[in-house]
């Protein structure tokens, strides 16, 4: 397995969640840093909390805006390895109330963004690279009702990474399939309700409990650094798709 020592990744998301977990466990293994999200105020916050084992920059950047996304690489320069795991509360109506407008919204933050971080990825990812980007459960126990177009994403970028690591090779790409991750989005999804959730479904997981940033990074980690996996899904869960 390749090492991350030295190495430069993007972690898009990097500042919350499973993002934050992506970008402490590859300081750790010696690599450099930019994460990057939308709120220059939640970057800073994150950096503080990163220092210490290796240099990490906050890059304010939405990666649905092609010019951001643009910007994002001119600054960045060459690097080694692109972590996506950005992404906001999907819409979660009955499908005859779909609010198109937030759905619009929403498909073109997370897969449109994906097309256009890989768009402009490519013009400075070294040699040996990978791009690594973020599914999710919710494509194989999409939520009843409202779960359709969640889980007709997150099912699309198993597609989107076996195509792309055709069209890419020798780079390499691949996703990161989580099941419930505790992190800041679920404080937006349900608020203080989260406990009972979370509870309930770890009493469920033959894990016996809910995952935390921690537990899901090591697989991003692992699909950068062996070079002999691409075009895979990885999913990490806890027994979730059993249960
Ligand atoms: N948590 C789970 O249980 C779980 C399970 C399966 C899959 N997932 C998927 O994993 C992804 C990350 O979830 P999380 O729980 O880590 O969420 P989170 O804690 O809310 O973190 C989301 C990160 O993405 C950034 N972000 C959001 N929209 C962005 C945009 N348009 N451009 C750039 N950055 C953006 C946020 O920063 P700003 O707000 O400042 O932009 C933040 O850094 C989501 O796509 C989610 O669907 C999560």
Same mark, same amino acid.
């Given at each position: 397995?390749?090492?991350l020592?030295g ?8 500042s919350?969640? +499973? ?9 750790? !293994?010696?690599?450099e840093?930019? +994460?990057v ?9 994150a ?7 290796g ?43 779909a609010d198109?407008a ?6 073109? !933050?997370?897969? #449109? ?5 890989a768009?402009?990825a ?14 999710? +459960?919710?494509?194989d ?6 779960? !359709?177009?969640?889980?007709? +994403?997150?099912?699309?970028?198993t ?13 390499? #790409?691949?996703i ?7 992190t ?13 959730y979370f509870d ?37 869960d ?6």
């Open positions: 397995m390749a090492t020592k190495s430069r990744i993007i972690v898009v998301g990097g919350s969640g +499973i993002g934050f977990g992506v970008a402490a466990a590859a300081l750790e !293994s010696g690599a840093v930019a +994460i999200g939308r709120s220059a105020q939640k970057l800073k916050a950096e503080k909390r990163l220092a210490g084992p240099r990490v920059t906050g890059i304010a950047a939405d990666m649905a805006s092609e010019a951001d996304v643009a910007r994002l690489f001119d600054e960045v320069g060459a690097f080694d390895h692109l972590v996506a795991t950005a992404g906001t509360p999907p819409p979660n109506y009955p499908i005859g109330e198109m937030f759905v619009r919204q929403f498909v073109d !933050s997370k897969l #449109v963004g994906a097309v256009m971080l768009k402009h490519v013009r400075t990812l070294k040699a040996g690279g990978s791009m690594t980007f973020t599914s999710g +459960i919710n494509k126990r999409p939520p009843v009702p409202g779960g !359709s177009v969640v889980a007709a +994403i997150a099912g699309s970028f597609y989107f990474a076996r195509a792309l690591a055709l069209e890419l090779a020798p780079t390499r #790409v691949n990161v399939s989580p099941g419930w991750v505790d800041e989005m679920w404080d937006e999804i349900v608020g203080e309700a989260k406990g009972g309930q479904m770890g009493a469920r997981l033959p894990a016996g409990r809910i995952a935390t940033p921690d537990d899901v990074a090591p697989a991003y980690l692992y699909l950068m650094q062996n070079e002999f996996m691409t075009g895979e899904t990885i999913h990490i806890g027994g979730q798709r059993l249960v």
